[in-house]
Nanobody
Framework: VQLQASGGGLVQAGASLRLSCAAS????????MGWFRQAPGKEREFVAA????????YYADFVKGRFTISRDNAKNTVYLEMNSLKPEDTAAYYC????????????????????WGQGTLVTVSS
């Protein structure tokens, strides 16, 4: 699976952005998907994840109520809708795909994800 993230940009605090992650391959619907982010000088951290069917979603506490993860298996794409952006949301955002298995117990762990896209940069000015 190859992943291509897009949709980042420079916005003001309070604005919204929608990130997209397009996947190649015909087996996209069998992968759980996640978004992680890495701010300058910090470690990469979990943001949100979604099960293969889209039925189950999970979020980091710091984005609950502001971000929404979704997927369109017909389009091989996962989305991250980001609202009420804050300067502390500034980071490179990465999408990742996880094979079935232990993902449900460790959806927020980088090691659960087998494939990673390149980052898309989100910069939020105050």
């Amino acid at each position: 699976v190859q992943l291509q993230a897009s949709g980042g940009g420079l916005v003001q605090a309070g604005a919204s952005l929608r990130l997209s992650c397009a996947a190649s391959g015909r087996t996209f619907s069998s992968y759980a998907m996640g978004w992680f982010r890495q701010a300058p000088g910090k470690e990469r951290e979990f943001v949100a994840a979604i099960s293969w069917s889209g039925r189950n979603t999970y979020y980091a506490d710091f984005v609950k109520g502001r971000f929404t993860i979704s997927r369109d298996n017909a389009k091989n794409t996962v989305y991250l809708e980001m609202n009420s952006l804050k300067p502390e949301d500034t980071a490179a955002y990465y999408c990742a795909a996880a094979s079935p298995g232990t993902w449900y117990r460790n959806y927020d762990a980088e090691e659960e994800y087998d494939y990673w896209g390149q980052g898309t940069l989100v910069t939020v000015s105050s």
